[in-house]
DNA sequence: CTGCAAAATGAAAAATTCATAAAAGGTTGG
DNA sequence: CCAACCTTTTATGAATTTTTCATTTTGCAG
């Protein structure tokens, strides 16, 4: 059992949230927006930090820069959409973890625990730090999802937040076939009601920037995309 | 699309939101209060069922605890604002998300896909998020559903949608004997009015593709085909 | 062996899918 | 406020896939 700063403008989330872990044992303390979170931190010390990131007064993206410079605690960040995730990365603000809305609360203190026992851990000088390094090599064509950088032949390539975003999606997923519709959920957000032949538009782009190593990325006819880390003619 | 069953006492509300999922496509049932929603439920197996709280006759949380009893469905809750959110302790009853009153038809539809797809995979045994990794392996034959590839001998072969969903579908049943109406339901869909005649070209063009591996499909003269994992010829 | 029904085959017509191009809508930073 | 850029939608055509159907072949019962 552990304590919780919960950090939501809505009230509603909050009660509901606060009520199943406290049913639960655990101690849950709540702040309506990213200021009194920070003032919060600031009197207590909590195990672990939960962020929604929009926010009135101060977002979560400043409270957590601003709580990160005085403690360190583990931070979750509560995103809507993929608009908003892909912003952590490029923030590189060292969130522990992040959990988009809507969540499950048992799926959140689940998370929640793995976070703070990882903490703990690292606190004790056992386990490395927080910010796993997630760089991916396939031949010429390195990934570095961390850095939010990608190679071609050691030539750094300029690409859109959504190309970004969905290449790392498909490399994270490499060898899974990914319809357009599990794309779009993905990596524009649970709440995107869009047309599949937006991804066909951004899987176009990203293919024109990676040049040769456009034939990673795979069509499946009647289904959506597939990053294959090996080509087919390097198989044969 | 999924089916919903939506429940509550006003009926404005019901017929507002329904007009707008089934232009969507989903498929939406009224119920008016709790009771009528348990009955529906025993005669038809909906997706994910939206629960208002206040309503006549019997609440949502009994008929939550009462569905939950009978059927592992979803549940969603809609409550009033201002109502008491501590009597969302309905965590406890396994609900799987709230929304509050007033609600945007959009964002409820974004957190019952949400919601249904966690459940879906959850039924299936894997995390949320991740896809199982579903790979059948006869003597050179590999066929690697997540993916969504079949090989053999090593070498990668390129098939149609069909050809694949027919493939996976007899190698999943394998060793039973399916009719080619149920192929058509399980591979083309409950409402496909075809021929039955469909499904022999296809087997013919998923033969043609497998090679000497065709002999894995056996025909079942008067009824239909089947998958077998052991060659009849090993056997001998 | 024969006849019949079922299944396989081949091929053409119909339907669908996806890449491409281009336009329209939005955002952001100066 | 404008301009540049990013995102999304829409339109189109080529290529592929699916379906249907006529014909041939096969398997089986009598």
Not at 87 to 92: P, R, T, V
Not at 123 to 132: E, I, S, V
Not at 193 to 222: C, P, Q, S, W
């Given at each position: 059992?552990?304590?919780?700063?919960f950090?939501?403008?809505?009230?509603?989330i909050?009660?509901g949230f606060?009520e199943y872990a406290?049913f639960l044992?655990?101690?849950?303390?709540?702040?309506?927006?990213?200021?009194?979170?920070?003032?919060?931190?600031?009197?207590?010390?909590?195990?672990?930090?939960i962020?929604?990131?929009?926010?009135?007064?101060?977002?979560?993206?400043?409270?957590?820069?601003?709580?990160?410079?005085?403690?360190?605690?583990?931070?979750l960040?509560l995103?809507?959409?993929?608009?908003?995730?892909?912003?952590?990365?490029?923030?590189?603000?060292?969130?522990?973890d992040y959990v988009t809305k809507p969540f499950s609360p048992r799926e959140l203190l689940a998370r929640l625990n793995?976070?703070?026992?990882?903490?703990?851990?690292?606190?004790?000088?056992?386990?490395?730090?927080?910010?796993?390094?997630?760089?991916?090599?396939?031949?010429?064509?390195?990934?570095?999802?961390?850095?939010?950088?990608?190679?071609?032949?050691?030539?750094?390539?300029?690409?859109?937040?959504?190309?970004?975003?969905?290449?790392?999606?498909?490399?994270?997923?490499?060898?899974?076939?990914?319809?357009?519709?599990?794309?779009?959920?993905?990596?524009?957000?649970y709440?995107?009601?869009?047309?599949?032949?937006?991804?066909?538009?951004?899987?176009?782009?990203?293919?024109?920037?990676?040049?040769?190593?456009?034939?990673?990325?795979?069509?499946?006819?009647?289904?959506?995309?597939?990053?294959?880390?090996?080509?087919?003619?390097?198989?044969?």
């Amino acid at each position: 059992m552990f304590s919780i700063l919960f950090v939501d403008d809505e009230q509603a989330i909050r009660e509901g949230f606060a009520e199943y872990a406290q049913f639960l044992g655990y101690e849950v303390t709540q702040a309506a927006d990213g200021m009194e979170a920070v003032e919060r931190c600031r009197k207590q010390d909590f195990d672990v930090v939960i962020l929604d990131i929009m926010m009135p007064r101060m977002d979560g993206f400043t409270a957590c820069k601003e709580i990160r410079r005085e403690k360190d605690i583990p931070i979750l960040m509560l995103s809507a959409r993929g608009e908003e995730y892909d912003k952590l990365h490029g923030f590189d603000l060292g969130i522990d973890d992040y959990v988009t809305k809507p969540f499950s609360p048992r799926e959140l203190l689940a998370r929640l625990n793995v976070i703070v026992n990882r903490h703990k851990a690292a606190a004790q000088g056992n386990a490395p730090g927080a910010t796993k390094n997630e760089v991916y090599r396939f031949g010429g064509l390195v990934i570095d999802m961390s850095a939010r950088t990608v190679e071609t032949d050691g030539r750094r390539l300029e690409m859109t937040p959504k190309e970004y975003e969905l290449l790392f999606h498909l490399v994270r997923n490499h060898n899974i076939a990914l319809s357009r519709e599990k794309l779009l959920s993905a990596v524009w957000g649970y709440d995107f009601f869009g047309e599949d032949a937006t991804v066909n538009t951004h899987i176009k782009m990203l293919r024109a920037h990676l040049g040769i190593y456009e034939r990673h990325i795979v069509t499946i006819r009647g289904v959506g995309y597939r990053f294959d880390p090996v080509l087919e003619e390097a198989i044969q």
